[in-house]
């Protein structure tokens, strides 16, 4: 009776799919903070408050 509840248990491993969801949110938030830096930064530099 235990061998056969064993042979369940991989059968259910496999047909779950945890592994997929978790990679999806990883590589999205990464390119989005990468071009905002780039445009805030010339901004300030056209527009010196010192020079008046």
Not at 15 to 43: F, G
């Amino acid at each position: 009776m235990p061998m056969q509840s064993l042979t369940v248990y991989p059968l259910v491993d496999t047909i779950p799919t945890d592994p997929i969801p978790i990679p999806d949110p990883l590589p999205k938030p990464q390119p989005i903070p990468e071009p905002p830096p780039t445009e805030p930064d010339p901004h300030p530099i056209i527009d010196p408050p010192p020079h008046r």
